[in-house]
């Protein structure tokens, strides 16, 4: 599998606070980050999969709600976070 719990808590310990850390924002913006990126590449190949494609969709929407929410509360972590994953050129 793409995700197992030693790729989980390895997101969590560079992104989080803990590697068991994991209602932080940031720690939860890169574990969504990481799915995006699994799933854009599944695309790719598999340009019919519709289910897969809403999935994706809706993980982008609970990615941005979360980066607005970090946005709001706190300009510097959100800006920390947006330049360490590279998700704004």
């Known amino acids: 599998m793409y995700l197992d719990s030693e790729k989980k808590k390895e997101i969590f310990g560079q992104y ?3 590697n068991t850390d994991t209602g932080s924002p ?4 890169a574990l969504f980050s990481y799915r995006i990126n ?6 790719k190949s598999n340009k019919k999969d519709y ?3 809403r999935a994706l969709v809706m993980l982008v929407g609970k990615r941005r709600r979360l980066l607005d ?4 509360k706190d300009i510097m972590r ?5 330049k360490e994953l590279g998700i704004r050129k």
């Open 78 to 82: 959100y800006r920390a976070i947006i």
């Open 38 to 43: 699994h799933l854009t590449e599944h695309l």
């Open 69 to 72: 929410y970090l946005k709001a």
């Open 26 to 29: 940031e720690a939860q913006i």
């Open 51 to 53: 289910s897969t494609e």
């Open 16 to 18: 989080g606070k803990s």
